[in-house]
Structures are given as C-alpha cells and as structure tokens.
C-alpha cells in the first residue's frame, strides 16, 4: 500500500487533528512513557491506510514517525507518565465499548429472531424447530447478563464509585456474548446472512474486533484475577 498524500488524508482522516501518541527517551535516560498529543500534519508522519476485515466505518492507519518535532505544549501529563494518563482513560473507553456491544447483540438477535419467525422450511417458521428456539432463548440470555454488568458499570461511573473490578467484567461479558450472539446469528440466517446485503455478516465481522480492542479478553481476565490477589 503507499503512503497517502495530504489531501486524500484530509479526507480519510478528517476527525483526527492531533496522535495521541506514547514516546520513549532516545538515549535511555527516560526508560517510561511519557505521552503527547503530536499535531497530525507535523512534519516526518507518514501515514498509510490498513485494509480491515471490519469497522471501516473507523479509518485505521500505520503510521511512521521519523524525528517528528514535538512542543513541551504538546506534552499530555508529566514525563514519564504516560501509560498512567493513557491508562486512566481506559475504564470509560472499555465501558463504552462494552454498551456498543451490547447494542450490536441486540441488533444481530432483533435480525435473526425476524428471520426465524419468517423463514419456513419443512413446513414450519424455523424458530419453532427446538434447536433454533434454544439457541435464540440463549443469546437472549447472554445479552441480559451482559447488558446487568454493563448498567452497574454505568451506575458506578455515574455515582463516581470504584469501577477497576467492574470495567474489565463487563467488558468481557459483553464482547464475548457478542462473539456468541452473531456467531449463531450467522447460523440462523444461513445464506441470506452470509450475503453482503445482509447487516447479519457485517455484525459478525465488526464484533471480532470487540474481544481485543481496548484489551484482550486475556488481559481483562487477568485484571479480574489480580483482584482475587492472583499475580
Ligand atoms: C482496528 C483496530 C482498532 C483498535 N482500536 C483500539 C483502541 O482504540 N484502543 C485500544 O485500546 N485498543 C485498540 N485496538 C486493540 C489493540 O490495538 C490490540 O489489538 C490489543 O491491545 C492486543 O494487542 P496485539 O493485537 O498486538 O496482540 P498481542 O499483544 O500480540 O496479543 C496476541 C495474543 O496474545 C495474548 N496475550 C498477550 N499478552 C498476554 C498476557 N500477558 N497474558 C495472556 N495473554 C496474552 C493476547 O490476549 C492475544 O490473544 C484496536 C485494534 C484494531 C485491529
């Protein structure tokens, strides 16, 4: 892929002024983080547009930084915090990737639930089969526990109460069940949601971002486990 040029980032980039961006000392005198928020069109950043399986809605980009001059101005937190400042933003981010998914299962079971009761075969709606019906009753059933743990983080938030056990809970909770929700979603459509007309296979291909975006199911375990004093 080549490098795109100021104009085309302009338009494929527009929401984006500024990179919050991470950085570590050259000479090794400041081992940590410290963080900046680097104007975008800031000499020596090149950047070149990912191709994704999902979430085009969101451009994503590599970008290169080659001696990019940066302000103290432009510094975010104090030297050598960086990953603390960042860090902090993560519980809110992971709340509200957590209500996004919730949203998406929602969506993909309103969809197949239509489908199972329009779509005959062998006589009858296919949501009258045991095995459809069971598997509908089951996302219904991960959605409405994710979506529990998702409100009290919510409540948390609100009421400026702790919410370091919490966030990676609901997290996992409601990416993983919308992993679940249009993995069987994609079955109950069959062919019309392997369709590129279908919303169905373009639930299933933005939800696989949801388990490691803002941290991997693997990490938000590990989380919960540092809480039960497990190292
Ligand atoms: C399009 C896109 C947008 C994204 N946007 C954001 C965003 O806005 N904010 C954000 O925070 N993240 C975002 N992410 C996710 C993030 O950038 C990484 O994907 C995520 O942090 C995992 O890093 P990695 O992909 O390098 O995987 P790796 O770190 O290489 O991990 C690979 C695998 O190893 C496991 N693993 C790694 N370390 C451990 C460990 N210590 N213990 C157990 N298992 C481990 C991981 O869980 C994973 O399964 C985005 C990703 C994509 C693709």
Redesign the pocket.
């Known amino acids: 892929m080549d490098h795109i040029g100021a104009q085309d980032l302009d338009q494929r980039c527009r929401e984006a002024t500024h990179l919050l961006t991470l950085c570590r000392g050259a000479d090794g005198d400041q081992p940590a983080l410290t963080a900046f928020l680097v104007p975008r069109r800031s000499a020596g950043i090149a950047m070149t547009p990912i191709a ?1 399986v999902g ?1 085009n809605c ?1 451009p ?1 980009f590599d970008i290169g930084f080659d001696a990019v001059p940066v302000a103290d101005d432009d510094r975010l937190g104090a030297v050598g915090e960086g990953f603390k400042t960042v860090s902090g933003a ?1 519980g809110y ?1 992971r709340a509200s990737m957590a209500a996004t998914a919730v949203g998406c299962a929602k969506a993909a079971l309103d969809l197949a639930l239509e489908h199972a009761k329009s779509r005959v075969q062998f006589g009858k709606p296919i949501g009258e089969f045991q095995v459809i019906k069971h598997r509908l009753a089951d996302m219904k059933f991960e959605i409405t526990k994710a979506e529990l743990l998702v409100a009290e983080l919510a409540r948390r938030i609100d009421g400026g109460e702790d919410i370091d056990i919490i966030t990676p809970m609901a997290k996992l909770a409601a990416t993983e069940a919308l992993q679940f929700v249009t993995a069987h979603g994609m079955q109950i459509l069959a062919s019309a949601g392997y369709a590129s007309e279908s919303p169905m296979q373009r639930y299933w291909r933005d939800a696989r ?1 949801f388990t ?8 938000q375990r ?1 989380i919960i486990a540092r809480h039960l004093g497990l190292r």
């Open positions: 994704k979430n969101m994503s993560l981010s971002l490691f975006g803002e941290g991997t199911s693997e990490i590990e």
